[in-house]
């Protein structure tokens, strides 16, 4: 390509979802894929600047449906480690940042077609027998979501590139999109392995290099991605992955002074813990830190009374909301509020729905769910139903099961709560636990107000109704509730182009992932001022005489 072409890149489109429907070629693909990978065991290393580092200090991976069954060992970085991970991005820096931007979007770009092509059915098994989805929502999430990051966020930041200031006569001005000083920290989660892809590469893309910290539970599929990038041509040293113990991880990574910002996704409470490390350490910083954070969620959904003929409608929302991948997503159906004139007939719709659910290995595709990621989180479900059981103003309508002997399976569980602001109304459970509250249908108002204030998090939400002066209250008095708000839909399955992803209090910084405004926070503009004509003399007009 000639240096002088003036390159765009193409408006992309979202990736389309495979059915994987008995017969079909991509069935076939992926379940020879899961065969082999499950047959198989996987050594995974660090990689810093272009090397792969054994450290001897391994862990297993685990399948969370069959615990039993290891897939392989991952090693474990230590402060030397990190260090050296820190040192290679750094290193890399100079070199990337000053490499056109076409040439850094083609890398994404390739590894976007190598995902939607041959190392589809491989990342889509990582993550199926890695993290427990289900084919369905393994091929959304590794594959449709991840593919549609590498593109979208190309789109996006050619797009901010060409944002340029306005050049009266005779003055040039121009902005110049630099990566931030120092490096990024990118820590990911175990539930999405698109946004274990997302967050390194999207600083990445904007000229930054990066320091990956894996969820020890999402390595498997995260090392698998990291190779779709070393394919496509990603030089050494701009994205380093380093598997490890979280917190001395991140206290190593906050106290270097060249450390830039961080692109979380995790809990609230690590995020506070982020935060309060960074203003601890403030002035040993080169520049003031970019902390962009997606954290908890306590997602609603609002039933009006004027749902009445959309009741099969709000049943399948619910139940797809609440307990597809187990409830592990930032946005799953957590509560929801019902007027008493629905809820006998939803009730039993629910209850009808939830027993037809089948619970167990996702390599059998006729399982709607499979197990939650950890023993911690099937202690964590145990409890919350345990707490249900005990409570008098709790009640188990269905489900409420746990088994954890072959894999950590939680059936789906709907619980009735006389107290909007019970345990299980208000906190984040990250599991297959759908609680509803029965309000007075006359208290429509009143119960706005409480899906505002019932928790500190604010990320998804939606409203069922027909009503639309009822609609249109929720959507004013729940401005603040929700930074993805759903009418008639499920407040689950944001989509990377059409909705741009996060919300705020509680819930994270709201930077939008899948969209400009995520890119913006990885730049630091300078503006440049160049004069054709500047001027000879010192002297002003209003200092003439009279």
């Known amino acids: 390509m000639s240096a002088t072409s003036n390159f765009r890149i193409p408006q992309p489109a979202n990736e389309p979802v495979l059915s994987y429907a008995p ?4 069935r076939a693909a992926l379940k020879a894929q899961l065969d082999k990978m499950a047959g198989q065991q996987v050594e995974v290393p ?11 200090r391994t862990k297993p991976m685990r399948m ?19 260090t050296k991970a820190i040192d290679a991005a750094l290193a890399a820096k100079r070199d990337w940042e000053n490499t056109p931007f076409h040439e850094r979007a083609a890398i994404f770009q390739k590894a976007a077609d190598l995902l939607a092509t041959k190392w589809r059915p491989v990342l889509n098994a990582a993550t199926m027998l890695g993290q427990s ?46 990566g931030l000083d120092g490096f990024v920290f990118a820590v990911t989660p175990f539930n999405f392995t698109a946004i274990g892809g997302n967050l390194p590469t999207a600083p990445a893309l904007m000229g930054n290099t990066v320091v990956w910290k894996p969820a020890a539970t999402a390595t498997y599929s995260n090392w698998h991605f ?39 996704t995790g809990s609230t409470a690590v995020f506070n813990m982020m935060f309060r490390k960074v203003g601890e350490s403030i002035d040993r910083y080169r520049q003031y830190p970019r902390l962009v954070g997606e954290t908890g969620g306590k997602d609603f959904v609002l039933a009006h009374a004027s749902a009445a003929d959309d009741l099969e409608a709000l049943a399948v929302a619910l139940v797809r909301g609440a307990f597809e991948y187990q409830g592990q997503k930032c946005s799953a159906a957590s509560r929801a509020y019902v007027p008493e004139s629905l809820w006998p007939k939803l009730k039993e719709r629910l209850v009808a729905m939830m027993a037809e659910i089948k619970v167990g290995d996702v390599r059998d595709f006729r399982n709607f769910m499979g197990a939650v990621i950890d023993e911690k989180a099937f202690r ?22 746990c088994d954890g002997r072959e894999g950590w399976f939680v059936r789906p569980t709907l619980v009735e709560s006389q107290d909007p602001r019970s345990k299980l109304m208000c906190e984040e459970i990250f599991g297959p636990i759908l609680t509803v509250y029965v309000y007075p249908d006359a208290k429509y108002a009143e119960v706005l107000r409480e899906v505002d204030q019932g928790t500190a998090y604010a990320l998804t939400g939606s409203i069922f109704a027909r009503d639309r002066k009822a609609i249109a209250l929720a959507s004013t008095e729940l401005r603040h509730a929700a930074g993805n708000f759903y009418i008639n839909d499920k407040p689950t399955g944001a989509v990377v182009g059409q909705q741009p992803f996060g919300g705020s209090r509680a819930s994270g910084t709201n930077d939008k992932a899948g969209s400009a405004w995520n890119l913006m926070r990885w730049v630091s503009p300078r503006t ?8 000879t003399t010192w002297g002003y007009p209003f200092m003439a005489a009279e």
């Open 133 to 178: 989805k289900t084919v369905f929502q393994a091929e959304i999430d590794s594959a449709c979501e991840l593919i549609d990051f590498l593109r979208f966020n190309a789109h996006f930041a050619d797009k901010l590139l060409a944002e340029h200031p306005y050049s009266p006569p005779q003055t040039l001005n121009q902005m110049d999109y630099r």
């Open 528 to 535: 440049i001022k160049e004069n054709f004509v500047p001027p």
């Open 23 to 26: 017969g079909s070629p991509e």
């Open 380 to 401: 964590k479900c145990q409890s919350y139903i345990d707490h249900a059981k005990s409570d008098p103003k709790l009640k188990i309508v269905a489900g409420g099961e």
């Open 226 to 264: 990291l190779q779709v990038l070393r394919e496509a041509g990603l030089p050494d040293g701009v994205i380093n992955f380093i598997p490890g113990d979280a917190t001395m991880i991140s206290d190593t990574v906050l106290s270097h002074p060249d450390f830039g910002g961080v692109h979380f």
């Open 46 to 56: 660090l990689f810093i600047g272009g090397r792969e580092v054994r450290t001897g």
């Open 64 to 82: 969370p449906h069959k615990h039993a069954h290891v897939l392989g060992t991952y090693h474990e970085a230590d402060p030397e480690q990190v």
